[in-house]
């Protein structure tokens, strides 16, 4: 079966950098497209960023270009969400997806938690 | 870049009544990229409907997905207890991916 697991969440001062890691299993993962979509607390959702099945291309929101890079291992079944310069409105779950189909997120993780606060 | 309104923000109704929610877009649409999610409290995203009118995998027919150009409705027939929880649409244009706001389906 499809399994998304997060990892790599927790409390950052503001301006300090976190890296998301996010473990593939249970379907060919290098031939899925994936995404980082993130919820603020008590809010909806926003999609963050998306890269190609090889990794050759990115795409990132506009709340977070030149701040977030997103990579992946296809060798390891890993995406993951390089935040530099994090800020206090960065605060949320922080889901990986998978994309089916060229942009249903059909499957997703149970989410890490971020909180940026001095 | 599209925005998604969806509407009414909070759905009062009963189990066994029909729920009708609504997504409209600030501009046309492709029909083939929209999509409508359920999220429960402490849980991830669940996709429901994807196409506009396909169910995913699993999802029970009471629910339904319809529209066209920038109106779009999720439709729930008969509210089963375990439907109560925040609706999200969610469509595709152009290397960009927007969601609405939700609508929140609570017992009355």
């Known amino acids: 079966q499809v399994q998304l697991v997060e990892s790599g969440g927790g409390v950052v001062q503001p301006g300090r950098s976190l890296r998301l890691s996010c473990a593939a299993s249970g379907f060919s993962f290098s031939l899925y497209s994936m995404h980082w979509v993130r919820q603020a607390p008590g809010k909806g959702l926003e999609w963050v960023a998306f890269?190609?099945?090889?990794?050759?291309?990115?795409y990132y929101a506009d709340s977070v270009r030149g701040r977030f890079t997103l990579s992946r291992d296809n060798s390891e079944n890993a995406l993951y969400l390089q935040m530099n310069s994090l800020r206090a409105d960065d605060t949320a779950v922080y889901y990986c997806a998978r994309d089916w189909n060229s942009g249903v997120f059909d499957y997703w993780g149970q989410g890490t938690l971020v909180t940026v606060s001095s | 870049e599209i925005v998604l309104t969806q509407s009414p923000g909070t759905l009062s109704l009963s189990p066994g009544e029909r729920a009708t929610l609504s997504c409209r877009a600030s501009?046309?649409?492709?029909?083939?990229?929209l999509a409508w999610f359920q999220q429960k409290p402490g849980q991830a995203p669940r996709l429901l409907i994807y196409g506009t009118s396909s169910r995913a995998t699993g999802v029970p027919d009471r629910f339904s997905g319809s529209g066209s150009g920038a109106d779009f409705t999720l439709t729930i027939s008969r509210l089963e207890p375990e439907d109560f929880a925040v609706y999200y649409c969610?469509?595709?244009?152009?290397?960009?991916?927007?969601f609405g706001q939700g609508t929140k389906v609570e017992v009355k």
């Open positions: 969610q469509q595709y244009s152009s290397s960009f991916w927007t």
């Open positions: 890269i190609w099945y090889d990794g050759s291309r990115k």
């Open positions: 501009q046309s649409a492709s029909s083939s990229s």
